[in-house]
């Protein structure tokens, strides 16, 4: 059951007793599953690998070791482990370790670390072999991980697909910011990731920005939840994607009104072509940002 679940394995009942009591409960959907699975005794795990998979794993309580190569990771309800795919490694559960495991498809967190990373594929990322839970980062992964199993659950009952799609992105990208070792020998890799969001936001800005856009369509382009998308915009322009949006269409507008001619082009028009479906409001934002109505500007 366990092998059709990951791989293929060898199982070995350590201690006294040495007989199995196990418990699990398994919910997949698409590229991703979230397991809770108790062997009941000390085990110890020997995997034939992980080829197109990843896992991360969560005791509950206990304690578990696992070993790949020279490296020993110990794990515990606040450090995870992070099995190595295409690399052998063996693992010990002892007795009353539950564990909480993650899984994710490799296609799946590819594609969500090209993204991340502005096009790096998922072999030049180090995602080491533990996950601190206590970590800011590991803990915004703990509530993806929450919000995606509350999703699975119903079903997304009554909910859009591409909602599934983006609770499980936003899992996988919280993932990777939390676990990518790389950093640690390359300062200037630590913000890549927010850097390439940045980047892309400004070009979608560029292309879409008088199109009718909500703050949902534009995480869902860019491949992240809605709160990575604010938490990156208010750290680097301090606004929300909404307001940097008004603002790229006020701007967009304020060129196409220096350069219109009064007699040939109206404001209203212009309004509409960049995104601004009620005159009324427009006229007023564009009065605050720019301390003079649309009709003065088309004048000039």
Request: negative net charge; contains cysteine.
């Amino acid at each position: 059951m366990i092998a059709e679940l990951f791989c293929r394995h060898r199982l070995l009942p350590q201690g006294p007793g040495r007989s199995l009591d196990m418990k699990l409960r398994s919910l997949h959907r698409g590229d991703v599953g979230i397991e809770f699975l108790d062997y009941g005794t000390e085990v110890r795990i020997d995997p034939e690998g992980l080829d197109n998979f990843i896992l991360v794993q969560v005791p509950l309580a206990g304690r578990a070791v696992m070993q790949v190569g020279p490296s020993v990771v110990e794990s515990s309800p606040r450090i995870a482990t992070i099995p190595p795919m295409e690399r052998p490694f063996s693992m010990v559960w002892d007795r009353g370790t539950p564990h909480l495991i993650i899984y994710a498809s490799r296609p799946a967190l590819a594609g969500v670390a090209e993204k991340l990373y502005g096009g790096t594929a998922l072999e030049n990322v180090d995602l080491g072999y533990s996950l601190d839970l206590g970590s800011s980062s590991g803990r915004a992964f703990l509530r993806s991980v929450i919000e995606l199993h509350e999703d699975m659950i119903t079903g997304s009952t009554g909910a859009p697909p591409y909602m599934h799609r983006l609770l499980v992105d936003s899992m996988l990208s919280r993932l990777l910011v939390a676990t990518d070792k790389t950093s640690e020998t390359d300062g200037a890799r630590a913000a890549e990731p927010e850097r390439s969001l940045i980047r892309r936001f400004r070009e979608l800005l560029d292309r879409h920005a008088s199109e009718e856009l909500a703050v949902s369509d534009m995480a869902e382009s860019l491949g992240v939840s809605i709160r990575t998308l604010q938490t990156a915009l208010r750290s680097e322009f301090g606004a929300t994607p909404s307001e940097l949006l008004r603002k790229a269409r006020l701007n967009r507008a304020r060129e196409i009104l220096l350069k219109a001619e009064p007699g040939e082009d109206t404001v209203i028009a212009i309004a509409a072509r960049c995104g601004f479906a009620h005159p009324g409001r427009f006229s007023s934002s564009y009065l605050t940002a720019f301390g003079e109505l649309p009709s003065e500007t088309l004048r000039r």
